[in-house]
């Protein structure tokens, strides 16, 4: 009995680390970035906020697989992602090497309202070698931290519609 409990127990990993926020204020220009990351098995899921860099929110993800390449120009693939058991979702990502990317507000916003109502992501993605291959992500406070990254940016509009008026 006891060595059925430890085999079981050897099967799952370790839970994933809550959702962390990292802001840092350029001390020229006092522009906020913001950063929350999930880590779950290896695997990292980064919601940015960088006003600078880039308009809005942007969400990425790292696989420890190599990514099938997307339009040779653009380097743009769709991928489709699914939280829980809601219906899975088709969009356009920005893929390299071993990771990828979506910005835009309305599919981060969508994206966003997922992750901090749902307890587990999964993305499927393609690897170089045309192989089909999932990247399961345990949720864990994204509420809190995707609303102290909002904040932190100044990111009024998506903040009220994901959380309501202030």
Do not use: K, N
Not at 5 to 15: D, I, N, T
Not at 94 to 109: I, L, N
């Amino acid at each position: 009995m006891l060595f059925a409990a430890l085999a079981l127990a050897a099967v799952e990993p370790p839970p994933p680390r809550p959702m962390a926020v990292e802001a840092v204020r350029d001390t020229i220009t006092d522009s906020v970035r913001a950063s929350a990351t999930l880590l779950d098995a290896g695997q990292r899921l980064t919601v940015t906020c960088d006003p600078a860099d880039h308009d809005g929110v942007r969400i990425s993800f790292s696989s420890s697989r190599w990514l099938a390449r997307g339009s040779f120009i653009t380097h743009e693939r769709p991928l489709v992602y699914r939280f829980d058991s809601e219906a899975p979702r088709r969009h356009i990502w920005w893929v390299r090497d071993r990771g990828a990317f979506m910005r835009g507000r309305s599919r981060a916003g969508r994206f966003l309202y997922g992750l901090i109502t749902a307890e587990r992501l999964v993305i499927r993605a393609r690897d170089v070698e045309d192989h089909e291959f999932d990247l399961s992500f345990r949720i864990a406070g994204a509420y809190p931290a995707i609303r102290e990254l909002l904040e932190a940016c100044g990111e009024t509009e998506l903040r009220t519609q994901l959380y309501g008026p202030a």
